[in-house]
């Protein structure tokens, strides 16, 4: 039994995509997986550049190129018949697609035979897992860290991968543990606990987040948020699989309403952090906050600082936008509580 | 977009079993929907009775059944060989299969081949569902109780069947909405919110419990607890979809251990409402207690009433096994509560 793996490294496919709007997982992957990527393929006609090499499928191959990741969303999720020849090559020869979308590629016969030919894989990172055990509530050596928020889409995925990089600049070991399709893509492997029936979600979130060794961090992508009647079965699952030695805590400062259920108020910080807190407290008593992640593009930049100064003295954990202050104030945080012995 | 219906009424299926344990679903049929049973199936050598009449399949297709129920737990979930022929039969004279097994009996080459004959159905009671909506958190009109529990396997199935029929039998408009394999078997429709993948368990809760009349109440069976980090995902779900404004507290006496996680203490039934309570809130602020459900099969006799009393006292909510004393108390509780306007 094992999460999903990618072979990597990867090339990265836009299509014809005349807008980057549609690009951000291949930008994703660029910003957090660049030695993982040999450079991108496009038709002609593509208007989007990803910063990184242009190849062809052959010199793709030639700098060793394991899989060709669809790095693009497109409306419906479907792909362009004019894809469709270049992605036949690349399977004929060998290299895996990681497809993101919505659309199962096995289902395209061009593509399912090429696969046959080339003997590679179509890689369904938002497939359903089959046989994935149910959760144990067994505790594991090692530490973890868990992304929650106050919604979806507040800046879980973006804290985390910030965050896991931040412990590694500091000397300490860690790891990205990736729960959803572009995580996933960028670590090269993980579960997206979405997909998985609802009785192995916190099964699906220990297997994710192994035993490690007892100084090692897991920094584990959240996912929903426990007050979005949405997803709220998703984000418990995984926090009580995932057993969080340390919580952060994200917010967008421009969110009032629950995104998916918009006659919700967003709550107030410090009730999100105590629901989490009580929760993940069944699963590890000495479960705790060290800090508060906020997405702050919305707010004036005359403004942003005194939001920050004073949630930090509303919440007395430290309060930064990571995509500005970094996670640097996270991990001091952490190993002022360590020193505390807490 | 539906729940799963079942063609009723049934003849109920009991192979050749020597076991009446094994016949929990059977029983359970007969306890609470006798008037939807003509009968049971009998195979020469069974030595369990269900004390109801004895039928053929020719006999129980005379008498209108429409569905044949496996009402039969088997261990590692697959059938015998020697009942083939009359599931073969019973399909190939356009009856239902309904089945709550794990095997997925279309993928036996002589029952597809019945049912393409007959034009019956096999019916997978636990098959996950496709195509279901993401959960709203759209109020909806009527009212709803849910049981929820100290774990799983406490009485919530027995305590929701029972509160519907008490309500029922005090002139106040119910329906037992079932969220399990058995449940569903019961009730002849429900969705199985186990097998649901994890985005869609509080969808599918909105679904299995519709908009209603302003008076009626739909009483959900609940499913695993927030303190089971084995099953919480689903009851998080089901407890945010259902959007309860009265919630039952089912616990076993018995109980000290979670029964799949036992490194982990039952938590008190005080913690354990606290919890619910405040999830609950989220989707439902009116949302309150109206009673507590005690499986008290371990007791001593003689320490029943004083164990009940005590609690009752400590919660300040009645505290019954209803297997014993019924649920009138709780119906009791409802009505005071309305009348003092919660």
Redesign the interface.
């Known amino acids: 039994m094992n999460t999903l793996r990618i072979n990597l490294p990867y090339v990265i496919f836009l299509g014809d995509i005349q807008d980057s709007m549609l690009a951000k997982t291949g930008l994703g992957l660029v910003k957090w997986s660049k030695d993982q990527v040999v450079g991108q393929l496009r038709l002609p006609g593509c208007k989007v550049d990803l910063g990184v090499a242009d190849l062809t499928l052959q010199s793709a191959v030639a700098q060793g190129a394991k899989s060709l990741v669809l790095g693009v969303a497109t409306v419906g999720g479907s792909i362009s018949d004019a894809w469709l020849p270049v992605l036949v090559q690349a399977l004929e020869n060998g290299l895996d697609i990681v497809n993101g979308l919505h659309t199962d590629l096995n289902k395209i016969p061009a593509l399912a035979a090429a696969k046959a030919k080339g003997g590679s894989q179509i890689v369904n990172v938002r497939g359903?897992h089959q046989a994935l055990p149910?959760?144990?509530?067994?505790?594991r050596q090692g530490m973890r860290i868990l992304t929650v928020g106050t919604d979806c889409a507040v800046g879980k995925k973006y804290t985390a991968l910030a965050m896991a990089q931040c412990l590694k600049a500091n000397g300490i070991a860690a790891t990205f543990r990736a729960t959803g399709q572009t995580g996933i893509m960028i670590a090269g492997e993980g579960l997206a606990?979405?997909?998985?029936?609802?009785?192995f979600?916190?099964?699906a979130a220990e297997l994710i987040s192994p035993d490690n060794d007892s100084g090692h961090w897991d920094v584990v992508e959240g996912q929903g948020s426990?007050?979005n009647?949405?997803?709220?079965?998703?984000?418990?699952?995984?926090l009580?699989?995932s057993q969080p030695d340390a919580l952060i805590l994200c917010h967008d400062a421009a969110r009032l309403k629950?995104s998916?259920?918009p006659?919700?108020a967003i709550p107030t910080l410090q009730e999100c952090m105590d629901?989490h807190l009580?929760?993940a407290k069944?699963?590890n008593p000495s479960a705790r906050f060290i800090g508060v992640s906020i997405n702050t593009s919305s707010l004036p930049a005359a403004e942003r600082k005194a939001y920050l100064d004073q949630l930090q003295q509303e919440l007395g954990l430290p309060c930064v936008d990571p995509l500005v202050e970094g996670c640097q104030l996270f991990v001091e945080q952490l190993q002022q509580q360590k020193t505390a012995g807490m």
């Not at 606990?193 to 009785?199: A, P, R, T």
């Not at 009647?229 to 995984?238: C, D, I, K, Q, T």
Request: net charge positive; glycine share 12%; charged share 10%.
């Open positions: 359903a149910v959760g144990t509530g067994r505790k606990v979405d997909s998985v029936i609802s009785d979600v916190s099964g426990l007050f009647p949405s997803f709220s079965a998703v984000s418990m699952g995984l009580h699989g629950v998916t259920c006659t919700y629901l009580r929760c069944i699963v």
